[in-house]
């Protein structure tokens, strides 16, 4: 079983920034394993924010996030990041860590943070 906890949430204007943290734990957590983003906004589809595989070598981000939005992680606190610059009102949604063996198969999820971008 895996834990995801996720902070670094809130209210932020636009243009402003914000850094999403996720710590995993649990007996069967798994360093090698992919960590990501999804978020959901409010009548949207859930989608895959941004990924990154266990040695960071390899991230992968959706369309409308790229040039803004960078994916790290630290493999030796277990925790993966989201740093969030240039926000826009369009970013608002909550934002779940996910993680498993490979970005076609995530098999534990945080519950969330709310991400709020006033214009």
């Known amino acids: 079983q895996v834990q995801l906890v996720e902070s670094g949430g809130g209210p932020v204007q636009a243009g402003g920034s914000l850094r999403l943290s996720c710590v995993a734990s649990?007996?069967?957590?798994?360093?090698?394993?992919?960590m990501g983003w999804f978020r959901r906004a409010p009548g949207n589809e859930r989608e895959l924010v941004a990924s990154i595989t266990s040695t960071g070598g390899t991230t992968t981000y959706v369309d409308s996030v790229k040039g803004r939005f960078t994916i790290s992680r630290d493999n030796t606190k277990n925790t993966v990041y989201l740093q969030m610059n240039s926000l826009k009102p369009e970013d608002t949604a909550v934002y779940s860590c996910v993680t498993g063996p490979s970005s076609s198969s995530w098999t534990s999820w945080g519950q969330g943070t709310q991400v709020t971008v006033s214009s």
């Open positions: 649990g007996r069967t957590f798994r360093t090698w394993w992919v």
